[in-house]
């Protein structure tokens, strides 16, 4: 018989705090960010699935300290976020206008 869990949690930003926890998952776990509506707010749903009481309260109590870091992450990464784009590509790519010759 299988013991689960179900926490759910509401965000400003519901899938930045979902990615910072997916390193953490294990197997028996499940994230994902449920919406109402177009903006980031959110609720964050993780399903936990173990076969005894004590591995469920111990992977429970586990996934709530991950949150808390989870959070923090958010909500640091939030104040210096920028809606551009970052990745500018390959960093080997050069600029093919200059007056560089490369020799490969």
């Known amino acids: 018989m299988s013991r689960r869990a179900t926490i759910r949690?509401?965000?400003?930003?519901?899938?930045?705090?979902?990615?910072?926890?997916?390193?953490?998952?294990t197997d028996e776990m499940t994230t994902t960010v449920e919406r109402d509506g177009n903006d980031r707010t959110g609720t964050v749903v993780t399903r936990i699935d173990r076969e005894t009481t004590s591995g469920l309260q111990s992977t429970v109590d586990d996934y709530v300290v991950n949150l808390t870091v989870a959070i923090d992450v958010a909500s640091q990464a939030r104040s210096v976020q920028d809606d551009r784009p970052t990745d500018t590509g390959?960093?080997?790519?050069?600029?093919?206008?200059?007056d560089t010759t490369h020799n490969e």
């Open 90 to 98: 390959p960093v080997s790519d050069y600029d093919t206008d200059s």
């Open 9 to 25: 949690t509401d965000h400003d930003d519901a899938t930045l705090v979902a990615r910072a926890l997916d390193p953490d998952n």
